[in-house]
């Protein structure tokens, strides 16, 4: 793709006019997940700040919304492993990327209004993974194994060690404070906790807003019928889309699941904020710099589980905690099978 490729260069490129119509479209259907994907993980950046009361409901969603946008500036890192390691380039066409956001955008939706802190990262690379082998004449042998492993390994492990982690970094707090009186380790939890809430915004940012950054990406390298060796580069229209639409959506919060994450799951303190986003914060953090895509809601909930375990087991409710595991793991299971289904019927109908 030509480095200073733009929205306008595209739309007067000769020959384009069905396929410039169809990209398109996919670009508004990917700022609309997008869109859906700030709204739906606002949690994670703010809820566990709400419930303890460090900030205002709608100082920590403007915050968050603020700092979704810049860190979507970082790197594009993940965006490239979004569009170049779940599936071969040229089973990415428009009709396979749309399909895979459709099915998405109505998984995200759906989990949203029953309150369900499901993973958008799952939902879209399980979209992308049913709309490739339908889309492709090479039907499974489209799909690249190796990359799927690394995503899938990174989504599953990184909850476990996010609640590792916080459980480890609660434990050091509680020793690192064990001189102070309650008084005063509320007073500056309660400052690191709003720190560390921003670096959550930061990091969730950077990683989030990089998955619609790939998908708009390789649609619009397979309406340009770039080679397979063509450089996966992400314009910079791109980058702007993509970080606003995240930082609109986050401005919109998303109360329901804010409720499940900050409340219901475990009651938290500030201090036991600040051990959960700051471990969390850091491993999506690490993982951006890595270029591998993690889900920032499955990671910030172990991470308030594994402060809730260190207060005591009970202290989790695991039937709550146990709700969110069973829609994680159908999500990318139903949204494959969704977009391969949606990607069948828009061939069907000649697009």
């Keep these: 793709m030509p480095e200073h490729a733009t929205l306008a ?7 384009s006019d069905a396929g410039l119509a169809f990209l398109v ?14 709204f ?54 428009s009709v396979a990327v749309m399909a895979a956001l459709l099915a998405a955008i109505t998984w995200n939706l759906l989990t949203w209004y029953y309150g369900l802190p499901s993973s958008s990262s799952h939902a879209l690379i399980g979209g992308i993974i049913g709309a490739a082998v339908v889309a492709s004449p090479r039907h499974f042998g489209a799909l690249k194994g190796g990359g799927i492993l690394t995503i899938v390994l990174s989504l599953v492990l990184s909850p476990i060690i996010g609640l590792i982690a916080a459980y480890v970094i609660g434990i050091g707090l509680i020793w690192l404070f064990r001189q102070f009186s309650p008084h005063h380790v509320t007073i500056v939890s309660r400052w690191l906790q709003r720190l560390s809430a921003a670096f959550v915004a930061f990091s969730h940012g950077s990683n989030d807003a990089q998955k619609t950054m790939g998908v708009i990406t390789a649609a619009v390298l397979a309406y340009q019928g ?39 799951v475990v009651r938290l303190r500030p201090i036991d904020g600040f051990a959960a986003e700051s471990s969390a914060a850091a491993i999506i953090f690490a993982a951006s710099h890595m270029g591998l895509p993690v889900s920032t809601t499955h990671v910030i909930a172990g991470s308030v589980m594994g402060v809730g375990a260190r207060q005591r087991l009970s202290a989790v409710r695991w039937g709550i905690a146990g709700d969110m595991v069973v829609a994680w793991i159908m999500t990318g299971p139903i949204t494959a099978l969704l977009a391969a289904g949606l990607c069948a019927l828009f061939l069907w109908a000649g697009l």
């Excluded at 700040?49 to 700092?67: C, D, G, K, Q």
């Design 9 to 15: 260069t595209l739309i007067l490129a000769p020959g």
């Design 25 to 38: 479209t996919t670009v508004f259907i990917a700022i609309i997940f997008d869109f859906t994907n700030g």
């Design 40 to 93: 739906h993980d606002t949690a994670n950046a703010v809820a566990t700040s709400i419930s303890t009361r460090v900030l205002s409901p709608w100082l920590a969603i403007s915050m968050a919304a603020i700092l979704n946008f810049l860190g979507a500036f970082m790197s594009t890192q993940v965006a490239k492993t979004i569009g170049t390691d779940v599936a071969q380039r040229t089973a990415l066409t």
């Design 226 to 264: 770039a080679p397979i060796g063509a450089r996966f580069h992400v314009p910079f229209w791109v980058i702007i889309l993509s970080a606003t639409a995240m930082g609109l959506g986050t401005s919109f919060g998303g109360w329901r699941i804010i409720r499940t994450m900050g409340i219901r």
